[in-house]
């Protein structure tokens, strides 16, 4: 009777060996590459969709910025002279300025008064909490045609912010506040506020429903207060969302144009003009559509720049400080965040 073993079939498992190893089924490529490709298919109407209406716009924007042309005649090339235009003008360097003002409202105002709100609804009982944050997030959710023009009414000179002031005898404040050089740009930027700090309060709130109440209980026990608390445990635990909302806010105030477009339209004289304004009137109405292509890329290297420090700086770290929070593996499969465990000392 022959001893040798019969040729394994292509595909079946191989038997046990006579160390008491044994094998696993093998893989074949074929059928890895065809299930890759299957599942690519799922996604080819995104990236197709993707592809043609965001990465084929601004290919043709990048392409657009380094002629001179006005939408109708044959375009001139400039080379970089469109965006020499954009950083020696000193109207889109005051632009660039009036930016910058409005990171503070839309950005760290809504963000702080988003951690005050929530912070207080995480600890204090109210009756009818859920319609009161259902209330306070309607501003998010207004199209902000409706809230400049909403706006603009409150803040004429004969609308109901002056009436209120000249009610309490404070009559000598009252002003157009959307008409005044020195008023203009803080009036948007409180308007902005009041947009944006709903979704920070709504993010903020998820974050704390997520913290181990037993961490609260603990600071407590230890004598902690409330202030104490919400500095030593709930602000750093809230770490992703501030990112997060500070990635939104941020966002939205370089790119902002509605909202100014509705309430002041730039003005009085250039008082509220941003970048995305002169993107607008540059392609639109001055027929520049090479120097308008270049404001929008370098606005938008402005905007990934700003966002890419914002998450350099939010990252979570390790206890050291010195770098990213590692993950470590625990029983059952789990991942279990924190610092990485140091070291066994070897005794001699």
Not at 221 to 244: K, N
């Amino acid at each position: 009777m022959s001893t040798v073993a019969p040729a394994r079939e292509r595909g079946t498992a191989p038997a046990a060996t006579g160390t008491g190893r044994t094998r696993g089924p093998r893989r074949h490529r074929g059928s890895l590459s065809s299930y890759s490709w299957s599942s690519l298919l799922y996604v080819a109407p995104a990236l197709a969709f993707f592809a043609v209406f965001v990465l084929y716009p601004i290919g043709i924007s990048v392409w657009y910025s380094f002629y001179a042309y006005d939408g109708l005649t044959e375009g001139t090339p400039v080379g970089f002279g469109n965006y020499t235009a954009v950083f020696t003008d000193p109207d889109l360097r005051a632009a660039l300025l009036h930016s910058l003002v409005l990171l503070f409202f839309y950005a760290a105002l809504p963000v702080a008064v988003g951690l005050l709100l929530a912070g207080a609804m995480s600890r204090i009982r109210v009756y009818g909490l859920t319609l009161f944050r259902a209330v306070l997030f309607v501003p998010q959710i207004l199209s902000s045609v409706v809230v400049a023009v909403a706006w603009r009414n409150l803040l004429a000179e004969d609308g109901p912010v002056n009436a209120m002031l000249r009610t309490v005898g404070l009559g000598r404040f009252t002003t157009s506040w959307l008409g005044n050089f020195d008023t203009a740009l803080p009036s948007i930027g409180v308007v902005g506020t009041w947009v944006e700090y709903g979704l920070c309060m709504v993010l903020f709130l998820s974050g704390i429903v997520a913290i181990d109440r037993s961490t609260y209980e603990a600071a407590r026990l230890d004598g902690a207060g409330a202030v104490r608390e919400f500095f030593s445990i709930t602000l750093p635990a809230l770490r992703p969302q501030i990112s997060i909302a500070l990635i939104l806010t941020v966002t939205f105030a370089l790119r902002n144009f509605d909202l100014i477009w509705n309430t002041t339209r730039g003005g009085p004289g250039t008082s509220t003009t941003v970048p995305s304004l002169y993107v607008y009137q540059d392609a639109f109405q001055n027929r520049m559509l090479g120097r308008a292509s270049a404001l929008a890329i370098v606005l938008t290297v402005v905007i990934l720049v700003v966002v890419v420090a914002v998450q350099l700086l939010l990252r979570e770290r390790d206890g050291t400080g010195r770098g990213p929070m590692r993950r470590r593996p625990v029983r059952g499969g789990s991942v279990r965040r924190g610092p990485a465990r140091p070291a066994r000392k070897v005794q001699p």
